[in-house]
């Protein structure tokens, strides 16, 4: 069985960083040390409270899970309109770890494909930068 955990757990003033950074940091190690059948989604940035830096959370998440672990998320369609600086910081982040063009595919397409059994047909690759 697979599990996907939503907005990389910051979402909906919950509180989870009340408690700070660094205990969402061990928090979500521990689950994806624990839990190999848990995926990240990463996205609903402007929903994340309490998260002054969102790239610091997102370039955890890609060094805890791993590409092969991480979806990218529009949050279509609670929140029209922000997609552009959600993919964008993800799409920064993956640069600054120079992940490969098929790692940066995983993240945005082929782990999406594989965890909810989507097929998609002929895509064409986008370029970096465009929106």
């Known amino acids: 069985m697979t599990f996907v955990l939503d907005h990389l757990g910051l979402n909906g003033g919950v509180g989870v960083l009340d408690k700070g950074m660094e205990d969402w940091k061990a928090m979500t190690k521990r689950l994806a040390d624990e839990c190999p059948n848990l995926y990240v989604k990463m996205g609903a940035i402007e ?52 992940a490969s063009d098929d790692k940066v595919s995983d993240v945005f397409r082929r782990n999406a494909e594989r965890v909810y059994g989507l097929q998609t047909k002929g895509r064409t690759k986008r370029k970096q930068g465009k929106k």
């Open 47 to 98: 929903e994340w409270n309490g998260v002054d830096h969102p790239a610091e959370c997102i370039r955890h998440a890609v060094s805890t899970f791993g590409t092969h672990r991480c979806l990218a998320e529009s949050n279509w369609f609670v929140s029209t309109g922000a997609y552009a600086r959600a993919f964008d910081q993800l799409r920064a982040v993956l640069q600054e770890a120079k």
